[in-house]
């Protein structure tokens, strides 16, 4: 019976294993998901499904995940069957909307202040669209270092 050599057997593993060491690094380095060019663009996906699931067309039928947006439009249908059309929009996009939100420091005394100014985020149902509640021009002059 002949005996296996077991020196390429370990080096092609301990290539396997340095592989997944420079892969992992790379990802780390790369930063968060949400981080520019690596984000994942799932609120796109969403509003095409909800435009699936209205009867309407999406902007990209060649991208990639088409099907996610079927099922997307599918399963927002199914979340609300008897809604009607304009309810399950204002539903989907009222829903989780983060506010707009503008934070500021300021050194007080030798104390730092931090000041957070937050325009919440509504639907208008003239123009079908999400707007923020504004923030005062003069908050958004002062920035980090007040005008005094």
Known sequence: MRRINPVPIVCLLFIILISLFVIMQFKIAAGPFWLGQNSDPDYQYLLNSLNIAQGKGVGHTDHPRTPVQISGAILLKLSAPTAPVISLQENVLRK???????????????????????????????????????????????????QR
């Open 96 to 146: 989780d909307e983060p506010p707009q939100v503008l934070q500021q420091a300021e050194l007080v005394t030798s104390i730092i202040e931090k000041t957070e100014h937050r325009g919440n985020a509504y639907w208008c149902t003239r123009c079908k669209c999400v707007h923020y509640a504004p923030i005062p021009a003069e908050v958004h002059r002062e920035g980090y270092v007040p």
